[in-house]
């Protein structure tokens, strides 16, 4: 390939190699006619060989721009032109003045390693030309004569294998500057691409956001609202069946109003996500003990509290889902279990922390229920939101036992 210290289009249309030459071939023409006179008979063959070189470089340089940038016919320019200015220097040594243009297309169109050759017999012409007067039929002429045309050839030489030293190192800029252009531009595309992705991570994030929220808020209003009402409405019931029984359905009656403000109450604890209200200013254990003591005063159904195990501080939503849990157990009993007496036990265990309420009703056949009742659905999604179990064991006749378990490792604060 041919090289070029620079853009090799702007390099070979300067005017240094597309005028100069044949500006400084018909100045040395005229200068060989002042020396010569027109007489001379060698003056015909001289103008014919400036004539030849001009040609020559009409026809294999400037007339052709497309072969400027063709290695192998450069260097058949060169070569050629090279052959003339010897001849005229061996014939009048003032044209290695020529030698100047000779350079130029040597280092501008040769390609590398053709280059130092090319250089090495402009160097070797010059140095001729200017040992013309030397007696080289001496040994001391023809050292002389070695030594002008080393002075000649290895500093051009050398200069050359430097340019081309540097020529490979800007190339080599250039082609790091144009990988690291590369990588940026990579990299910005990576890094769209990235925001691209983030962008649709966030927007993943936010559904399920809002899913998670739904199914939180439904789960609430079903502990809560659900729970509350259906109280509500089994002690107005329970208050139209009084008849005229007046202290007994006034009883009722002030049980519904009371559930109905504590309904209201864990309503607008929900809307503002707080903890159930039995836990705010209790353990969990003691607010077992209360949300059973309550429930067994308005179903007048024996409850035992019992906890057993080593008390451990748990996270905020452990000892939600856990209490919410046994609410749902105690919901069902009141609804479905026909029960006597109900047992509520709160186990610390090794790894673990379980929440087990159990009844004497009449139960049912787990085979043939479905199970799927919103409660259950919400009880199970809370404990196996924190990596717990819910375990239902029942039999007809048998009664009932639900098992909430979660993990202590996710539970602990």
């Not at 100069?20 to 040395?28: F, G, I, R, S, V």
Request: with cysteine; aromatic share 6%.
């Amino acid at each position: 390939m041919v090289r070029f210290p620079l853009d090799a289009r702007d390099e070979v249309r300067r005017p240094v190699v597309t005028v100069m030459p044949y500006a400084l071939l018909a100045a040395l023409a005229v200068v060989t006619v002042a020396m010569k006179g027109p007489r001379d008979p060698s003056l015909a063959a001289d103008l014919a060989l400036c004539a030849l070189a001009a040609a020559w470089m009409l026809v294999m340089f400037t007339a052709r721009p497309d072969r400027r940038h063709r290695p192998r016919v450069m260097t058949v320019f060169v070569a050629g032109l090279v052959v003339i200015m010897a001849v005229l220097v061996i014939r009048d040594p003032w044209f290695g003045v020529f030698t100047p243009a000779a350079y130029v297309y040597a280092f501008r169109l040769l390609a590398w390693p053709v280059e130092m050759a090319g250089v090495a017999a402009v160097a070797l012409v010059s140095g001729t030309a200017q040992a013309y007067g030397v007696d080289k039929t001496t040994p001391a002429g023809l050292l002389t004569y070695a030594a002008i045309l080393a002075a000649n050839v290895l500093p051009m030489c050398a200069f050359a294998w430097f340019a081309r030293r540097g020529a490979e190192q800007n190339e080599q800029r250039v082609r790091a500057l144009e990988q690291a252009r590369e990588a940026n531009r990579r990299l910005a595309a990576s890094l769209a691409e990235n925001a691209s992705l983030h962008e649709r991570l966030l927007a993943q994030a936010r559904e399920a956001g809002v899913l998670d929220e739904r199914g939180r808020m439904a789960r609430e209003i079903h502990d809560t609202l659900a729970q509350g009402l259906t109280g509500i409405i089994t002690q107005l019931q329970a208050a139209d069946h009084a008849g005229d029984d007046a202290p007994a359905r006034q009883r009722h009656v002030a049980a519904a109003t009371a559930l109905a403000r504590e309904s209201l109450s864990e309503a607008r604890r929900s809307v503002h996500a707080l903890r159930p209200a039995p836990l705010d200013e209790a353990r969990l254990s003691d607010a077992l003990a209360a949300v059973a003591e309550r429930w067994s005063g308005l179903h007048g159904i024996a409850v035992q509290v019992v906890t057993t195990g080593t008390v451990r501080p748990l996270r905020p939503e452990a000892e939600t889902a856990l209490l919410r849990a046994a609410q749902e157990a105690l919901a069902n009993v009141a609804k479905h279990a026909e029960a006597t007496r109900v047992g509520v036990t709160l186990s610390y265990l090794d790894d673990e922390v379980a929440v087990d309420v159990r009844d004497d009703g009449k139960g049912f056949d787990p085979a043939g229920s479905s199970g799927d009742g919103f409660g259950l659905v919400a009880m199970r999604q809370r404990i196996e939101g924190l990596a717990g179990t819910l375990l239902v064991e029942s039999e007809a006749g048998g009664g009932t036992g639900i098992s909430a378990r979660v993990p202590l490792d996710r539970a602990a604060a």
